[in-house]
Structure formats: C-alpha cells, structure tokens
C-alpha cells in the first residue's frame, strides 16, 4: 500500500483531533503541523513526534505532502487550499468550504483541473446512524433537525448558521433528491456579533418540507433528526449514533405501535472521514462530501444568512418608526 505523506494547517481545538487521527490511520505518515501560534504548533507536534511549523510555505517546502487538512478559520480556507491546490497537493477542507460561493467555485475549477481530491470536511456524513438512514430512507415527506448547545467562544469568526446549520443542511441536501423552492429563516444574536439562534424552513419542488432550529446558547445539548415517510417515522441521534424506527401495524382489528432499533457497527465519524480522504488520494477517486457539495451546502446557507438579515432589517425599521 502506498502511504500518504499528510499534514495538518490549523491545529486548535478540531485540527489537533484530524493530526491524532492521522497518526492511527493504516497507509498515513503524518509529516508536520502548522499553526500561527508557535506554542501550540509546538505542544501538538511534540506530542505526536511530528516537525510543527507556522508559515504554510516553509511546511509545504520541507515536508512536500501528498494530502493535508485545512482547520484553519473560515476566513483563511480559501486562501489556504489555494495554495495547497497550486502546489499538487489534495486538500480536505473543514466546513464551510470557504465564505463565498464564487470562492468555493474556483476551488472547484482548481482541483478538476490539477486532478486533485478535494474533500469538504462535513464530518456527520460519516456518522455510522447518517450512513445507516442513508440507504433506507427513501421517501421523506418532512425532516426536522435540531441542534442545540451551550456558548462557547472558540467559534467567534461565523454565526450558529456556518458554524452547525451548515451541518444539517448538508445531510437533508443528500436525502431530498430535489431542487429547493423556497427559504425562510429567523435568527437572532445572543451572546455574539453573529447570530446565535436561527431556524429555517426549507420547502423543495416535489413537495418535501425541512425545519431546521440551531442554538449555540442553549443549557441542554442535543443532536438529532427525524424524518416521516409514508408508512414510517425515522429518528437519529447523532451523539449516539442511535437509530429508531417507528411504525404502525395492525392486530386484531387494531393499530398498534412497533419501534425498531436496528443495529450496526459504530465507529469514531472522524476517522472514518479521514480514512475516507486518505483512501480517495492514493485512489485518486471522488470523495463522498465533495466541493460541490459543498458549494451546494454553502450556497444554501448564504440563502439562510439573507432571509435572517432581511428580518432584522425589517424589525430594526418598525422600531424606528
């Protein structure tokens, strides 16, 4: 087996957890770590035995990786796999793939034509209960995910929607087989610049309806998703990685409830992402989460984003009326 020669740019709190994981995949040599804060380049790459840099050059220059992962801040990630792209290098990058659609779209055009894996980091794809519903859902008339958690400052550059909708507006865009045909959302900020709350609805062209409710300010935490089919009502738990299946059937001239829980292997969702990413750059092959969807992710955030400020302009006018 060919081994790739990978690297991590951006080591905080996520991208510590993508170089430890390296260091655990078959077939992956993890060869260096970057980070603008030398300390924290330095405590990650003594504690894995790699070389830590700060400047993505001089990384890119000594090591010479096959692949590398970019957990930088939003901001950075179009000028970073940029970079790593121009120098034949196959690049996973964390979501949102980057802060404009046109960006993500000369992404696009830069990987097909080097013939480069670029992978956008959307992790719950590779969550073992996502993977499972993936293949029996079939035909969903309504989805509700809610996604829910305490404040934590360490995300400070993008608001709840970037940072968690992005998340299941990724997961429906995979399961509703269908263009969307309208949008609308409303958020709020609470504890930051950004906003901290948002909920959309999002109707597609054949009819399907998805309500999606994030918060970054709330005491409870949770992590879920339902979708009603037909005959069928299908709930995930995405910290579990738990799945329920809900039916009625009848007995005796009555309906009765009967809940499946199936079972299938669990296993850590990122490095099965990682394996994944590896796999596709020694292959050469197309990842599951590519940047077009990615673009498409995106792109329906950026929509989200519109419908929240168009509120706020709206209620910011009737107070001043």
């Given at each position: ?12 709190h ?17 060869v ?15 504690t894995?035995g ?103 400052p360490?995300?400070?550059d ?25 949008i ?23 009819g399907?309806?998805a ?38 059937v ?44 990615g ?27």
């Amino acid at each position: 087996m060919e081994v790739q020669r990978v690297g991590v740019i951006g080591v905080e709190h996520l991208g510590q957890h993508h170089a430890r994981v390296y260091t655990e995949i078959l077939g992956a040599q993890l060869v260096g770590v970057v980070d603008q804060d030398e300390s924290r380049a330095a405590a990650v790459g003594e504690t894995l035995g790699v070389m830590a840099y700060t400047d993505v050059d001089d990384f890119i220059r000594r090591t010479k990786p096959d692949a590398v992962s970019v957990v930088v801040p939003t901001s950075l990630h179009y000028e970073i796999a940029k970079k790593a792209l121009a120098n034949g290098i196959h690049v996973l990058i964390e979501k949102p793939v980057t802060t404009s659609v046109s960006e993500a779209e000369d992404l696009l055009r830069l990987a097909a034509d080097s013939g480069l894996v670029l992978q956008v980091g959307h992790i719950e794809r590779f969550n073992s209960a996502v993977h499972y519903i993936s293949k029996i859902v079939k035909e969903p008339l309504f989805l509700q995910s809610r996604r829910l958690g305490p404040f934590s400052p360490r995300i400070s550059d993008v608001g709840v929607v970037l940072d968690l909708m992005i998340h299941d507006i990724d997961i429906i865009l995979s399961l509703v087989h269908s263009e969307i045909s309208s949008i609308s959302a409303t958020g709020r900020c609470v504890r930051s610049d950004h906003e901290d709350i948002a909920s959309a609805q999002i109707t597609f062209a054949n009819g399907v309806m998805a309500h999606v409710l994030v918060s970054r300010v709330s005491e409870r935490r949770l992590r879920q998703l339902e979708i009603m089919e037909p005959e069928r009502y299908v709930s995930v738990n995405y910290e579990t990685q738990d799945v329920a299946i809900n039916r009625c059937v009848r007995q005796n001239n009555s309906l009765v409830e009967v809940i499946e829980h199936p079972v299938f292997p669990k296993s850590e969702p990122l490095k099965l992402e990682l394996q994944h990413f590896v796999s596709c750059a020694r292959e050469g092959k197309q990842p599951l989460v590519g940047i077009t969807d990615g673009k498409r992710a995106l792109e329906v955030a950026i929509a989200v984003l519109k419908q929240i400020h168009i509120d706020d302009s709206d209620i910011r006018s009737k107070n001043l009326a």
